[in-house]
T-cell receptor, first 117, second 113 residues
Framework: GAVVSQHPSRVICKSGTSVKIECRSL??????MFWYRQFPKQSLMLMAT?????????EQGVEKDKFLINHASLTLSTLTVTSAHPEDSSFYIC?????????????FGEGSRLTVL | AQSVTQPDIHITVSEGASLELRCNYS??????LFWYVQSPGQGLQLLLK??????LVQGIKGFEAEFKRSQSSFNLRKPSVHWSDAAEYFC???????????FGAGTRLAVHP
């Protein structure tokens, strides 16, 4: 199946710094990617929809200035957590849809665990 | 608004026993339905999906799920559980426009030897 890669898989940073997480579709093109956030022992909450070449669409309650999303190419979307604080510590997962696929199935990355000290 | 309910937060079964994980959804029309599995610290893997057609769907790893429109349910089943099936299971729903997935709270499965 199609592969979605996230980098880094784990990151620890100091409070106040910014962290960038990359999401790449390795063997297909994705005009749309999705960013989810998962707190420990909880479900995935959709944060935003990343659209190639245009602005991301954020879910209600998600601060767009806090979580910057850039979808510069058909295979790469980035999530930047700006001025990170301990409450931003979470597991961030991206997914991408293979628009060329028959079912348009969503493929998920391995996730990136952010710990803010 | 779409929503997904997984009533069981945690289930424990013995290896070799049968398994059924419950999922109910709320949606105005027939949605797309999915089951995903997540191992600790990992991403999600698709087990199976229902878009249309036969309401009994076969997936990977011996899992199956049945879409019951009258009950708004999409329960996941496996006849004989293996220790490697211990993980978190998420039911998800998407609109026919397939814009985004809405996930249930998840069910954590533990398997006793």
């Amino acid at each position: 199946g199609a592969v979605v890669s996230q980098h880094p898989s784990r990151v620890i940073c100091k409070s106040g710094t910014s962290v960038k997480i990359e999401c790449r579709s390795l063997d297909f093109q994705a005009t749309t990617m999705f960013w989810y956030r998962q707190f420990p022992k909880q479900s995935l909450m959709l944060m935003a929809t990343s659209n190639e070449g245009s602005k991301a669409t954020y879910e209600q309650g998600v601060e767009k200035d806090k979580f910057l999303i850039n979808h510069a190419s058909l295979t790469l979307s980035t999530l930047t957590v700006t001025s990170a604080h301990p409450e931003d510590s979470s597991f961030y997962i991206c997914s991408a849809r293979d628009v060329a696929g028959v079912s348009g199935e969503l493929f998920f990355g391995e996730g990136s665990r952010l710990t803010v000290l | 608004a779409q929503s997904v309910t997984q009533p069981d937060i945690h289930i424990t079964v013995s290896e070799g026993a049968s398994l059924e994980l419950r999922c109910n959804y709320s949606y105005g029309a027939t949605p797309y339905l999915f089951w995903y599995v997540q191992s600790p610290g990992q991403g999600l893997q698709l087990l199976l999906k229902y878009f249309s057609g036969d309401t009994l769907v076969q997936g990977i790893k011996g899992f199956e799920a049945e879409f019951k429109r009258s009950q708004s349910s999409f329960n996941l089943r496996k006849p004989s559980v293996h220790w490697s099936d211990a993980a978190e299971y998420f039911c998800a729903v998407a609109s026919r426009g397939y814009n985004k997935l809405i996930f249930g709270a998840g069910t954590r499965l533990a398997v006793h030897p």
